[in-house]
C-alpha cells in the first residue's frame, strides 16, 4: 500500500502515482490511500482511477492497511499527517517505508530513505527506482506523475531547485517522452472561474502587508471560501504572491476550513519557516515553505503571527 498526506499537493499525488505505475510493472498487488480528495487540476495523472480516498472509502481502505505486507510513506515526515488513517496504519503488522524529503523525520518507520536537500518526493521515487536498478521500466506515464510531482513542488523550477541531479533527471523524463508543455496546462491553465476570482480577490482585500517585518500574510475566511464556490485546491500557491512583493521576505496564508485554520508559510534565503511552523503551530516542512493546522479561531491564529514577528525582525531584515 502507498499512503501520502492530508491535503495531497502535486508531489503527493505524483510520487504516489509514480510507485503505483512501478511496483504495478514488478508485479506486486499495489493499492494507492489518500486521507482525502486531491483537487481537480491533479486527476489527468496516470493510474489516478487507482486512488483509494480513506474519508470516502474506509472499509475498502482499512482491508487494504490490515493486508498490506509493506506499506510505502510517501511525502510526510510523521503517520500524524495521514489525520484518520494514523492508528490503522501505525497498528499494522505491514513493514513501512518513508520516502520523503521534510525535515526531522519521525521514527515510526523501519526503513527511511529521507534526503531534506532534494526538490521533491516524486525527484527520490526516481532514486528509489533506479537504485533498484530499474530505471529502464520507467515509461511515460511513470515519468508524467514523476515530472508533475517535481514541477508542482519548485514552483516550475523557481525554488528549491538548485541541485544539478534535478535537471539530469528532468532531462531523462523528456527522454522517456513526456509533453511538458502539455502537463503544464494540465496542473497550471485549468482554473475554475471562481478560483480566479478568489485569487483576485485574496489579493486586493484580504492582503495585509507589514513592510516594518519584510512581511505579507493573506486570511481567508470559511464565509470567503463560500462566496466563491471553493473547491479542494483552489487556494493552492495563493501564499506566494506574496512574497513576490519587492522587499518581502516572509509570507503567510490562514485559510478557514472545516473548523480548521491551515497556515501556509513560505519565505526567502535563509529565513526558515519550519522552525516557526514547528514552534508556534505544531507544523513542519522546509527551510522556505511550511504548513500547519492551528485549532483556534482565524483572529487569534493571526494575532499569534504578528506577534511573534517583533522577535524575527533583525533576521527578516538580513535575508540573503
Known amino acids: 500500500m502507498i499512503t501520502t498526506h492530508t491535503n495531497p499537493d502535486g508531489d503527493a499525488i505524483g510520487s504516489s502515482l509514480a510507485m503505483y505505475g512501478y511496483l504495478l510493472k514488478k508485479g506486486h498487488a499495489v493499492s ?27 472499509e475498502q481502505c482499512l482491508t487494504s ?15 500524524g499527517r495521514i489525520s484518520k488513517a494514523e492508528e490503522p496504519v501505525r497498528s499494522a503488522r505491514a513493514i513501512k517505508i518513508l520516502i520523503d524529503h521534510h525535515r526531522d523525520p519521525s521514527h515510526d518507520f523501519d526503513y527511511m530513505m529521507s534526503k531534506t536537500e532534494i526538490s521533491s518526493t516524486s525527484e527520490l521515487v526516481y532514486d528509489f527506482i533506479s537504485g533498484c536498478g530499474d530505471t529502464d521500466l520507467i515509461d511515460k506515464e511513470i515519468a508524467s506523475c514523476i515530472y508533475a510531482g517535481i514541477i508542482t513542488d519548485t514552483g516550475s523550477f523557481s525554488y528549491s531547485c538548485n541541485y544539478e541531479k534535478t535537471y539530469l533527471i528532468t532531462a ?14 494540465l496542473v497550471y491553465d485549468t482554473y475554475s472561474e471562481g478560483r480566479l476570482r478568489l485569487l483576485g480577490y485574496a489579493i ?8 516594518e517585518y519584510h512581511t505579507a500574510y493573506i486570511y481567508l ?11 479542494v485546491g483552489d487556494t ?3 501564499v506566494n504572491y506574496g512574497l513576490s512583493i519587492e522587499g518581502i521576505n516572509f509570507a503567510a496564508l490562514f485559510t478557514e476550513r472545516d473548523g ?6 513560505r519565505s526567502k534565503g535563509n529565513f526558515s519557516v519550519n522552525d516557526i511552523a514547528r514552534k508556534y503551530f505544531n507544523g513542519g516542512g522546509h527551510v522556505n515553505a511550511a504548513g500547519a493546522n492551528s485549532f483556534i479561531s482565524l483572529e487569534e491564529t493571526i494575532h499569534i503571527f504578528e506577534n511573534i514577528l517583533p ?3 533583525e533576521k527578516l531584515t538580513s535575508v540573503y
Open 172 to 185: 531523462d523524463l523528456y527522454h522517456k517522452g513526456i509533453d511538458g508543455e502539455r502537463i503544464h496546462r
Open 221 to 231: 475566511s470559511v464565509k470567503d471560501l463560500d462566496r466563491f464556490n471553493y473547491q
Open 260 to 265: 480548521v485554520i491551515r497556515v501556509s508559510l
Open 65 to 79: 492497511i490490515e493486508q498490506a505486507e509493506v506499506i510505502f510513506s510517501l511525502d510526510y515526515n510523521g503517520l
Open 32 to 58: 494507492v490511500m489518500i486521507p482525502d480528495p486531491d483537487p481537480a487540476f491533479l486527476q489527468w495523472m496516470p493510474f489516478h482511477s487507482s486512488i483509494m480516498i480513506f474519508r470516502d472509502q474506509q
Open 204 to 211: 486586493s482585500e484580504k492582503m495585509v502587508v507589514l513592510h
Open 236 to 238: 493552492e500557491d495563493i
Open 311 to 313: 522577535e524575527y525582525k
